[in-house]
Nanobody
Framework: QDQLVESGGGLVQTGGSLRLSCAAS????????MGWFRQAPGKEREFVAA????????NDADSVKGRFTISRDNAKNTVYLQMNSLKPEDTAVYYC?????????????????WGQGTQVTVSS
């Protein structure tokens, strides 16, 4: 069964750091573009960051530029989101997603597979 499983979420204070991981199983996602999205209570799911299948190209939301870094290890079939200088407004459920076209789009509809999400809570 093809699936994406996120981990690494938790509770952190303002200014702290977390690293999220997204492990793929079933099929090999090395040819897929990968993205991270987040959804806060009462809000729509929004784009955070994406990376092309090769890892050469990345795309970040303005709200996380300079603080979050997306990366991937195709040998491990895993994508990461390093989050530094966390703020209370970063609190959300974070989802990883896979795009079979291999791109690094910020558009939700481009993604074909989604994980179940991991909660990130930043306390003030």
């Amino acid at each position: 069964q093809d699936q994406l499983v996120e981990s690494g979420g938790g509770l952190v204070q303002t200014g702290g750091s977390l690293r999220l991981s997204c492990a793929a199983s079933g099929r090999t996602f090395s040819s897929y573009g990968m993205g991270w999205f987040r959804q806060a209570p009462g809000k729509e799911r929004e784009f955070v960051a994406a990376i092309s299948w090769s890892g050469i190209n990345t795309n970040d939301a303005d709200s996380v530029k300079g603080r979050f870094t997306i990366s991937r290890d195709n040998a491990k079939n895993t994508v990461y989101l390093q989050m530094n200088s966390l703020k209370p407004e970063d609190t959300a459920v974070y989802y990883c997603a896979a795009d079979r076209s291999g791109g690094y789009s910020h558009r939700r509809y481009r993604y074909d597979y989604w994980g179940q999400g991991t909660q990130v809570t930043v306390s003030s």
